[in-house]
């Protein structure tokens, strides 16, 4: 019941917010929806699949690549978002592919992931000379790939319709939602119970007959589409890609938002964006000298008093006033 | 030979120099209960994880039902029809009773039937009060319980129990026992055990192991009977050897 009191909140206070808010406002508020995706492609893998990837911000980057190289060539901008998930999503079963079935370490797998990263950067770095270019797409190296279009609403028969900041704000909250409500579908589904169980211990899910590999597979490229949409979006909302959205910085970014959120819950992921990213903002504009610093303070603070994340601290306080039973056992983490 | 459920030929285990299991020859027929005994350190463990895929071999093979499962992954033994329960409980401690078997219900008969399956063997195994409750909260010996209970659940052709009355009180050990014959209705059973009351109680067939191979094999009075057994495992003063 509670649950989709929530949802319905959700819905209106996006649909109500460009009616107060400033245009200024509603952009950086897209971009912050963006990068909720992108943290709540982090906590599907992480938070449900316990397996902890860096690359995030490498799927993140390839989405955004795929969506300008392709609408650049195509105007498409529906076919450039499809790349862009696809893309993002095959280079992470890919990369699922060979470290899931060679079994290799959870240590290991975060520190490849992190390589592949810290890889697409430098070569994305090298593509400054306009010989590196994919048809009418030049890569730009650290200058970045520029006029990357805008989003469009397509429809067969019909002059496309660019999408105006409100506009795109809609689009970008209702696809935030609707991942959202995918993901959560997925973690209570069947295959999400069995992820879980591969997530307390891998052998004994083993021995009970389920191959922990392909599943990890599976939701490792889904976490990888989910951040190469969000890559598209980004790009779409920018008209821009640079190398940076590989740096290490990016990579950390993804995991401290979900830590500050809460990992394992989805709504952390979306909570945790929303505060560090408003809070850059605010350090940033409060002419504060040290912005990074003040930042990780700021951070260190939080995450020491609430270990376990903003949402599951609220949730305890909110059962803790009005005296409910904490959620089933089944779903227990 | 239609009837033989397991066998292995020549089955070894080294770790670093030391040989767990050595050379072991170990033939089970369908619908057999047989109980296996031996000294800490004998391999008994170390035979379980060889036979559920846990462990490769180091040398030797190990068929089941008629197929050579030596090289097979964990999950595929498990679909071949072999349940282990660990001498450890091995259970999900942050989940369910009802979730643990439901795990294991999925698996061995698909998500429609599971939940039916549950309800009953949440009945056989006395825990329908406690279904909800996180398994992390049990007893030990309810936890013993949880984990048999998921092998029930699973109804796999071959049954491996490790120590399985481990920390129960003598009347859960007598429950246990009524169980194991009750399992052995439907499924062959290796059941490893310390406690020469329970294995009595089951009536099995005995294998005695030592230092990985078979020492003896026969029935619970022949073992009784066996001199060189009483020396090494019974507890009885070693002899002054000829
Ligand atoms: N992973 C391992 N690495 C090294 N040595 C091991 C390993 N597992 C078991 N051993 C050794 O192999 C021998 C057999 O161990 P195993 O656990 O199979 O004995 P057991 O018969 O089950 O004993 P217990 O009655 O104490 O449970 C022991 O000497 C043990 O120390
Ligand atoms: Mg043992």
Redesign the pocket.
């Known amino acids: 019941m509670t649950a989709w009191a929530l949802w319905a909140v959700a819905v209106v206070v996006v649909a109500a917010l460009p009616a107060v808010l400033s245009l200024f406002q509603i952009v950086q508020l897209t971009v912050f929806m963006i990068y909720s995706l992108l943290a709540l492609s982090l906590d599907l893998i992480w938070g449900f699949g316990g397996i902890l990837s860096f690359g995030q911000a490498a799927f993140f980057g390839v989405g955004g690549y795929f969506y300008g190289i392709v609408g650049i060539n195509s105007g498409s901008t529906t076919l450039a978002l499809t790349a862009g998930v696809a893309g993002a999503a095959g280079l992470a079963a890919l990369l699922g592919y060979f470290t899931f079935y060679g079994r290799v370490g959870a240590m290991y797998f975060a520190v490849i992931t992190l390589t592949v990263t810290l890889i697409l950067h430098q070569v994305m770095g090298t593509t400054a000379d306009p010989r590196y270019a994919v048809g009418q797409a030049r890569l730009g190296g650290y200058n970045g790939m520029t006029n990357i279009p805008s989003l469009a609403l397509e429809a067969p028969g019909r002059a496309p319709l660019t999408l105006d900041p409100v506009q795109l704000f809609y689009v970008v909250g209702g696809l935030l939602l609707l991942v959202l409500a995918l993901t959560r579908a997925l973690v209570r589904s069947s295959f999400g119970r069995v992820l879980g169980a591969i997530r307390e211990d891998e052998l004994r899910t083993e021995l009970l007959g389920y191959d922990p590999r392909w599943r990890k597979l599976v939701t490792f490229a889904i976490s990888g589409g989910i951040a190469g949409l969000a890559g598209g979006l980004f790009a779409g909302w920018g008209n821009f890609m640079n190398p940076q959205v590989f740096s290490m910085f990016q990579s950390a970014l993804v995991v401290i938002w979900v830590m500050v959120g809460g990992r394992g819950t989805l709504y952390g992921a979306v909570v945790g964006t929303l505060v560090v990213q408003s809070l850059t903002n605010y350090l940033g504009t409060a002419s504060v000298t040290y912005t990074t610093v003040a930042l990780g303070a700021v951070l260190v603070v939080i995450v020491l008093l609430f270990p376990r994340g903003l949402v599951p601290a609220i949730g305890g306080a909110v059962r803790r006033v009005s005296g409910r039973r904490p959620p089933a056992p089944e779903f227990a983490r | 030979m239609n009837d033989v459920v397991l066998q292995t030929r020549g089955l070894v285990k080294e770790f670093g120099g030391l040989r767990a299991v050595n050379s072991l020859d170990f033939t089970l027929r369908r619908g057999e209960l047989r109980c296996v005994i031996g000294p800490n350190g004998a391999g008994?463990?170390t035979l379980f994880k060889l036979l559920t895929g846990q462990l490769k071999p180091t040398a030797g093979t190990i068929h089941f039902k008629g197929l050579d499962v030596t090289r097979l992954l964990p999950h595929e033994i498990a679909r071949a029809g072999i349940g282990i329960k660990f001498?450890v409980p091995r259970v999900y401690d942050s989940l369910s009773v009802a979730e643990n078997l439901w795990l294991s219900a999925r698996s061995s008969h698909g998500t429609a039937g599971a939940g039916a399956i549950v309800d009953r063997v949440l009945a056989e195994v006395g825990l329908v009060e406690r279904r909800a409750s996180p398994v992390g909260h049990l007893s030990h010996g309810d936890r013993q319980w949880v984990e048999i209970g998921m092998v029930l659940t699973a109804d796999p052709d071959l049954v491996l129990l490790?120590e399985p009355t481990a920390g129960m009180t003598h009347a859960e050990a007598r429950r246990t026992a009524d169980l194991v014959r009750e399992i052995n209705r439907r499924a062959t059973l290796i059941v490893?055990e310390h406690d020469m009351d329970f294995v009595r109680n089951i009536a099995g067939y005995v294998t005695v192991l030592h230092r990985g191979a078979v020492l003896a094999e026969g029935t619970m009075d022949e073992i009784r009977a066996n001199d060189v057994v009483r020396d090494i495992y019974l507890g009885k003063r070693p002899r002054a050897r000829s």
């Open positions: 008994k463990s001498q490790d490893v």
